[in-house]
């Protein structure tokens, strides 16, 4: 017998007295203690699900804010030659002429509106 | 009168049934009845009763979480052993790096000599276990924690019973050769 199956021989399996209700205790203890932290992560996993959920799908956000950043007019985004920045330029200049002539006669600033538009006309026969 | 296997096993089954039936004194039961066992068989493989208990402790947990699930296709001892040598590789892993630093190797030589030389020599052994080959120590930690026939080895490990001799024999081999370089 080689001397590493000697010593393997003697190993015995050693007998040693463990309080068995002190272990049955700590036992349901760890048991308890596992379930409850399953539970913690099953909930957290269904709180961090749902989050994701509503981030992607965007619920309950509202339309009408992607209105705001879409443009109606996508022509203006896309076409950016010199022939199209002219006219684009003038459309947007009329209409910021008539905000703004709604914005003062709103105000009480009649005199004011009607002066705003001549100048509107003044500029719209400059460019032509 | 003594129970013979056959028996041991019908009543092992009967109680997981009735835990799975939701009754949590027939685990209590399966526990205390085990418990001896498989402390003194971490007992025997760490040297330290506390670890022992702790890992005793894990297994019977996995034991609880799982138990649900047994299909009573085979005994529930093997299931337990399997069970046990899963935390064994486990904790032979976690220790690894504490045996390959050698921080809880410092005792004198001279001691070896005395009371210690037995503890010596089981820590020597088994710290060159814990540097085998999974497959090798697992038939090694079977064979000598446990006394298990190859047969059984074989049923706990999926290996056949040919290739758990092989590997014991591997094991032999290459536990000689780590303890006379030490």
Redesign the interface.
């Given at each position: 017998m080689?001397?590493?199956?000697k010593?393997?021989a003697?190993?015995k399996?050693?007998?040693?007295n463990?309080n068995?209700d002190e272990?049955?205790s700590?036992?349901n203890d760890?048991?308890e203690a596992?379930k409850t932290n399953r539970q913690i992560f099953f909930t957290s996993s269904a709180i961090v699900f749902i989050m994701l959920l509503l981030i992607v799908t965007q619920f309950g956000a509202p339309d009408f804010e992607l209105d705001n950043y879409m443009l109606s007019r996508t022509e203006n985004l896309i076409e950016t030659d010199f022939w199209n920045i002219n006219i684009d330029s003038l459309e947007n200049e009329q209409e910021y002429f008539n905000n703004m002539a709604y914005f003062l006669m709103d105000e009480g600033y009649t005199w004011e509106a009607v002066e705003l538009l001549d100048q509107f006309k003044l500029i719209e026969k400059e460019q032509l | 009168m003594s129970l013979t296997i056959k028996d041991e096993m019908k009543n092992d089954h009967e109680l997981i049934k009735i835990f799975q039936k939701g009754d949590k004194g027939a685990y209590d039961r399966l526990v205390r009845k085990y418990l001896h066992n498989t402390v003194g068989f971490f007992y025997t493989i760490t040297g330290d009763r506390m670890v022992a208990e702790d890992l005793a402790q894990d297994v019977f947990l996995k034991l609880f979480n799982n138990l649900r699930n047994f299909k009573f296709q085979s005994a529930f001892s093997t299931y337990l052993y399997r069970i046990n040598l899963n935390t064994a590789n486990s904790w032979f892993a976690r220790n690894k790096w504490k045996n390959l630093l050698h921080l809880d190797q410092i005792i004198n030589q001279q001691k070896k000599d005395t009371s210690v030389a037995k503890e010596w020599l089981n820590k020597e052994l088994w710290d060159a276990i814990s540097k085998l080959p999974k497959k090798q120590r697992s038939v090694v930690v079977m064979r000598v924690a446990e006394e298990l026939p190859y047969k059984e080895i074989s049923i706990i490990t999926g290996m056949s019973e040919n290739t758990a001799k092989v590997n014991f024999h591997h094991a032999l081999q290459t536990l000689k050769k780590i303890l006379n370089n030490d």
């Open positions: 080689i001397e590493i199956e010593k393997i003697m190993q399996k050693e007998s040693i463990t068995v272990f049955m700590k036992l760890k048991i596992s | -």
